[in-house]
Structures are given as structure tokens and as C-alpha cells.
């Protein structure tokens, strides 16, 4: 099973990424196989090819929607749906499902997350047995906060890759000198006003001089570890749960990225804990 495309591998932290997914996924469907009424969806918005580029030498690894794919105990999900909006990624991801797992529902549309977040969010209302695992693994800044409020009451638990590191603190200078670009990207990703985020991760400090008053600006210290609790935040103004974050580094120790899963349901939410746990490092 291989596929000429393949998406990069960022380190160790994308293997653990994917265990949790998986985890997470067979337990959940554990739970959901006791309750008969209930469809399962599992829904991918950054998919990928199929494959991951582990190393130069090494063979490319699977990503995260074959090993999804893969998992026939205690069942299956019901429907399966995969978004991917670069169009060879996405027939390669495409051609990957057709000739292994050709039984299962699983399309794969080139679309952007965003569009599909709604889609998804008006199918859940309008077919009600169905509950959702949902899983939002970018590279960067791609989902709206307003694609997530669309989410709010309904039957999903949501794991999502928030670029804390490698996104929001790249724009967040340190002079507060911030570009206009910046700020607008800033605000859509956060869904909070600029002078909100600003007065959140900011503070002027002004020191009595030899020759009058004289105002710095401080950025905070442990501002991504601070821009992790903000998002888990602004997440819980939409889900009633949120969980620990699993924290993601490079080989330089600096966070890239925190990894949350957000959920309505409490059993969901230990579910979610116990497993980041062993790998929950800060
Ligand atoms: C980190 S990779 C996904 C890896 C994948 N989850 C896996 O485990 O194999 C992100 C993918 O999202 C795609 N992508 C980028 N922006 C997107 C968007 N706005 N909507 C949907 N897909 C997007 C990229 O082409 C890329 O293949």
C-alpha cells in the first residue's frame, strides 16, 4: 500500500499524534458499539495523501486516515469523510482508499476545512442519530474560529492541532508592532477583537527615569504556553469540555504546537485525559 505523494513528517510528536487519534478512535467506537441507535462519522479536514514522509531513507509511514480506515474492532465507523483541498493529495489519498479499503464509505473532497466544518455541522442537525469524531490536523492558521462556532450543542468530539508555536506567536512580534495582515489573521483565528488579544498577551510597563516617565512593552514570557490556555478557552465557550493539551516540541525544546480535544459529553473528556497523559509533557 504506498502512494507516490506524501505529506512531511514533522518528528516523533506526528507519530504520537496519530496514536492518540487512534486511540482515541477505537475507544470511542467501544462506547458507540454499545449503543445501537447511534451512527458514527468520522471526519478528517486536513487528510493528507495517505502518507507520511518519515525520513530520506526510510519509506514513507501511514497517516493518520488509513490507520482510521484500518480499524474494523469493536467495528467501523458508519461513514467516513476526508477533506483535502490540494488536488494531488487528494487523488492520491483517493486512489489509496479505492484499492484497499473499497467496501467502506469514504469519500475524499477537495474543499477547503472551513466550508466543510459548516456542511458538517448542518448535517449532524439534520440526522440525529449521527455523533461525530472529528479530527483538524493543519499545518498552520487555516481554521476560522467562525467555522468552529458553527459546532456548538451538537453531538462531536473534536480533536484539533492548534499551531500555538509555529502560528500565533510568529505573529504576536515582540514590539507589538504588528502588521495589519497579522491582525486580521489574528482575530479570525482567535474570534476575539485585536484589542482583546493584545491587551491579553501584552502589558505596558512604565519606569520613572532620571528624565520623566519612560513605557516599554513587555510580551509575556510564557506567552505560547499562555496562547494554548487561550484557544482551550475560547474552545469552551463552544463545547462544554475541554481537554489537557498534548504539548508538541521541536528538537530545540520550543512548543510548535498544542494538540486538544473539545466535547460535550464528560465521559469523552476522560476518555481524551487518560489517554494524553503518558504522553503529556511540559
Ligand atoms: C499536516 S497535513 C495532514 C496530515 C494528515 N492528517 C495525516 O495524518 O496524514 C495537512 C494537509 O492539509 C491540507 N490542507 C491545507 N490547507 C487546507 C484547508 N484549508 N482545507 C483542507 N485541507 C488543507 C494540506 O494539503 C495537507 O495535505
Keep these: 500500500m504506498k502512494s507516490n505523494i506524501v505529506n512531511q513528517f514533522g518528528g516523533n510528536w506526528t507519530e504520537a ?4 487519534v487512534v486511540k482515541y478512535a477505537k475507544a470511542y467506537l467501544t462506547i458507540m458499539n454499545k449503543q445501537t441507535w447511534v451512527k ?5 479536514g486536513f487528510a493528507g495523501s495517505g502518507h507520511i514522509e518519515a525520513d530520506e531513507e526510510k ?12 480499524i474494523d474492532d469493536p467495528k467501523p465507523f458508519d461513514i467516513y469523510y476526508f477533506v483535502e483541498k490540494n488536488k494531488k493529495n487528494k487523488e492520491s489519498l483517493e ?11 469514504a469519500p475524499v473532497i477537495q474543499e477547503d476545512c472551513n466550508i466543510k466544518l459548516m456542511h458538517m455541522a448542518k448535517f449532524l442537525k439534520e440526522n ?12 498552520g492558521m487555516s481554521v476560522n474560529w467562525e467555522s468552529i462556532e458553527h459546532l456548538k450543542g451538537l453531538g462531536i468530539d473534536l480533536w484539533i492541532l492548534v499551531p500555538t508555536g509555529v502560528g500565533v506567536n510568529r505573529l504576536l512580534k515582540n514590539d507589538k508592532n504588528i502588521p495589519e495582515a497579522w491582525l486580521k489573521k489574528l482575530e479570525m483565528f482567535l474570534g476575539l477583537e485585536r484589542n482583546e488579544i493584545l491587551k491579553h498577551f501584552y502589558s505596558d510597563k512604565t519606569i520613572n527615569t532620571l528624565f520623566g516617565d519612560e513605557t516599554s512593552v513587555n510580551k509575556d514570557v510564557e506567552i505560547i504556553q499562555k496562547i494554548g490556555n487561550l484557544y482551550s478557552q475560547r474552545l469552551k465557550t463552544i463545547f462544554e469540555f475541554v481537554s489537557d493539551s498534548f504539548v508538541m516540541r521541536n528538537s530545540t525544546n520550543s512548543i510548535m504546537y498544542h494538540f486538544m480535544m473539545a466535547t460535550n459529553n464528560k465521559t469523552a473528556l476522560a476518555l481524551a485525559n487518560d489517554i494524553i497523559k503518558p504522553k503529556y509533557r511540559i
Excluded at 501511514?62 to 490507520?67: E, Q, S, V
Excluded at 440525529?128 to 499545518?139: H, N
Design 40 to 44: 458514527t462519522l468520522y471526519f478528517d
Design 128 to 139: 440525529k442519530p449521527f455523533r461525530a469524531l472529528a479530527f483538524i490536523d493543519p499545518y
Design 59 to 70: 519509506d514513507a509511514i501511514k497517516g493518520t486516515a488509513l490507520r482510521i480506515l484500518e
Design 95 to 105: 486512489a489509496v482508499i479505492k484499492e484497499n479499503y473499497p467496501s467502506k464509505r
Design 17 to 20: 499524534k496519530m496514536e492518540i
